[in-house]
């Protein structure tokens, strides 16, 4: 009898064992597929579009706004095998670096929908497990900073330099030492990316000018080397407050400006990690 209760014991213990086994290689090769992203090509994208539609037409009523994106968005491409997360993450990398072209604009259209509901619902975006807290982490942090560049913190730190040497307020003349001094700004301008920001004729006038550095001129290379000034400016104000015209930023007529009290914040969190 106590031979039988320990042949008993061992079947029990094998049979739990293995059902660990089973688990933990189910939940292992799930993992594994589900770390992949799904490929950005033409036929899937196809294939993922007809998806997403065929699960438009079966939402339930009175379905939440995150449900709703779940239905469409996630489980679509999980049903694809492929990672729903690490599509958005790889993804958004990807199309920085892609060609224009309409894979990428469609692609693009569908990453930023998926984006706009976790920019909207970033509470129940985790809750009811459409992305993980990383990932909603990440999304927040791009859809804040992407127009950024290393070179628009660079420059707001320039601002902070000039003001702890000021009193705590920047003058243009003061700002425009300090970006020539540490070599911020070339005599060289960029003129295929002022074409794109100011306008051939614009781009053009300022080219032309000699190496004198007025004010135009230096307004040109600056927004020649930041790239997009309005985010640089969305983080200066006067001394009263008030927004600056940085498309003026070097004028005499300019009023002393400062750091706005959310640029510290934005030059310590700017991580591109879509740029990585």
């Not at 693009?108 to 809750?127: G, L, R």
Request: aromatic content about 10%.
């Amino acid at each position: 009898m106590y031979e039988d209760k320990r042949n008993r014991m061992k079947l029990n213990l094998g049979i739990i064992f293995g059902l660990v086994m089973l688990v933990f290689t189910g939940c292992n090769g799930k993992t594994s597929k589900n770390n992949t992203a799904l490929p950005i090509t033409m036929d899937n994208m196809q294939t993922y579009n007809q998806k997403r539609i065929n699960a438009s037409q079966n939402i339930p009523l009175g379905a939440s706004a995150i449900d709703k994106a779940i239905q469409i968005y996630k489980l679509p491409l999980e049903e694809m095998g492929y990672s729903f997360d690490a599509t958005i993450i790889n993804t958004t990398k990807v199309l920085r670096k892609a060609q224009y072209n309409q894979l990428s604009v469609h692609t693009h259209s569908v990453i930023n929908d998926i984006m706009q509901y976790v920019n909207m619902y970033p509470e129940q975006s985790i809750d009811r497990n459409f992305v993980d807290t990383d990932t909603k982490n990440k999304i927040l942090l791009f859809l804040k900073y992407s127009e950024f560049n290393q070179n628009t913190i660079q420059a707001l730190n320039y601002v902070r330099q000039c003001q702890k040497l000021n009193n705590g307020i920047c003058s243009s003349k003061q700002y425009s030492r300090i970006l020539l001094d540490n070599k911020f700004i070339d005599s060289k301008v960029d003129t295929k990316k002022l074409e794109q920001m100011l306008g051939k004729n614009m781009s053009q006038h300022i080219a032309s000018q000699n190496t004198t550095l007025t004010d135009t001129r230096l307004t040109g290379l600056f927004h020649s080397k930041v790239g997009n000034a309005s985010e640089f400016g969305k983080y200066i104000e006067d001394r009263d407050g008030q927004q600056i015209n940085v498309g003026f930023l070097f004028s005499e007529y300019t009023k002393p400006f400062k750091l706005k009290d959310n640029a510290q914040k934005a030059i310590d969190e700017y991580n591109p990690w879509w740029l990585k």
